[in-house]
């Protein structure tokens, strides 16, 4: 059974910095890609970052290029989403997920709060 669980959200202010996890079990790791996206109250949810199976090519959202930073440890079944320089509008529940055999699974999510 595919299980994809996020970890590391909290509240920070604006200029700081989080770093969330997603831990990956119940397939191969390493032979998929994995995304991030997030959903802000009353909008759409949306892709923030994408990481190869190796971990050799990433893309991401304009409005977090050169804040975020996303990464992976296949030995550890895990990518990460180093988040700097953290905006208000960067408020929002996170998900990671994966298409696999003709689905998407998702995590539950994890909430990121930005706020002084």
């Known amino acids: 059974q595919v299980q994809l669980v996020e970890s590391g959200g909290g509240l920070v202010q604006p200029g700081g910095s989080l770093r969330l996890s997603c831990a990956a079990s119940?397939?191969?790791?390493?032979?998929?890609?994995v995304n991030w996206y997030r959903q802000a109250p009353g909008k759409e949810r949306e892709l923030v970052a994408g990481?190869?199976?190796?971990?050799?090519?990433?893309n991401y959202a304009d409005s977090v290029k050169g804040r975020f930073t996303t990464s992976r440890d296949n030995t550890k079944s895990t990518v990460y989403l180093q988040m700097n320089s953290l905006k208000p509008e960067d408020t929002a529940v996170y998900y990671c997920?994966?298409?696999?055999?003709?689905?998407?699974?998702w995590g539950q999510g994890t909430q990121v709060t930005v706020s002084s």
């Open positions: 990481i190869s199976s190796g971990g050799d090519f990433t």
């Open positions: 997920n994966v298409w696999i055999n003709g689905f998407w699974n």
């Open positions: 119940g397939f191969t790791f390493g032979r998929y890609g």
